[in-house]
């Protein structure tokens, strides 16, 4: 049986190599499993040797001690793989496959499922609506910053790439098709974006840059992004975004002065919920992304809300802002009859028509969001330069299969 290595959340500002379980057709005990979880038999899986598994945002959160994750959980909910081994249940996957595993976990079969509602699937997670690999609070199902992982509901869930060869070119890009760029996508969806658009995007980490990049293939006029790490903004202007600075105030004024108008049609949050005010040295203030693409989006138009906000950040400011509670100007939002969606994005609903944008070259994701691959062992050293503001969109490779 081989070994595994994995990627750990070790406590805030902490990840170490631990080695873990071979993965099997069962979800065992361990750390953030929910007990209704053990046991739990899934012969509908794939075990798959990992091909590349990214760092998300999302991750930091939980590596900052910004949520209720507990010590030793294993990280990682981006996964590329090779199938190496199927479960009995299994019928159209097969060994050698190489597959995107989307980021949300669902079971094909529920109601919300049926609708394509995957990223709240009502099966997979004892304790809630919707799951994901390696996340605190999603049903337990072991990350996949690992050499191998056990991918449930595997006819369902995996998107197979049709030519083995072509893929393993391409992976860089392909990579991002379990989160980043569904999630960036669906962003500009929800917010309407369309031939023509005016787009603010808040957030140049790589899920806004990834957002920006969706804006310009649905043929968005003008994509503005706003941030206050110059070297993010330079990395959204390298593939021609608008950029605006927001060390210097609000997004209003800024926006002004490039489209002659202090707003737009549509506008996405790729921040969340550890958003700061405005302005140079400006503190944390939760509500503020939110508060502001709310009074910069024209009435009638609709906001994309994509960046995470949880229920549990002991991190927080209040004791309000600790479960969640924020100080919305939801009168403005009513006032001018915004639309406003929320939530995990359901990678099903996108991830097949962006694979193919990127195999027919239509798209090249990666180098818009700067993914740079990575050995596993070096991921606490991109953990930290990532939490350091990096513009980098990091790839681990644990086994081999991305070229240097």
Known sequence: MPGNKAVAYKGPGKVAIVDIDYPTFELKDGPGVDPANIGRKVPHGVILKTVATNICGSDQHMVRGRTTAPVDLVLGHEITGEVVEVGSDVEFIKVGDLVSVPFNISCGRCRNCKERKTGICLNVNPAGYGSAFGYVDMGGWVGGQAEYVLAPYADWNLLKFPDKDQALEK?????????????????????????????????AGPVGLAAATSAQLLGASAVIVGDMNEKRLAQARSFGCETIDLTKGGPGEQIEQILGSPTVDCAVDAVGFEAKGHGAGAAEAPATVLNSIMDITNAGGSLGIIGLYVTGDPGAADEAAKKGSLSLSLGTGWAKSLAFTTGQCPVMKYHRGLMNAILRDKVHISDNVNGQAIPLEE?????????????VKYVLNPNGYIAA
Request: hydrophobic share 40%; glycine share 16%; charged share 10%.
């Open 379 to 391: 991921a606490p050293n991109g953990y930290a330069d990532f939490d350091s503001g990096a513009s």
């Open 171 to 203: 992976i860089m890009d392909l990579t991002m098709l379990s989160d980043i760029f569904p999630t960036g996508f669906h962003g500009c969806v929800s917010a309407g974006v369309t031939v023509g658009s005016t787009v603010y995007i808040a957030g």
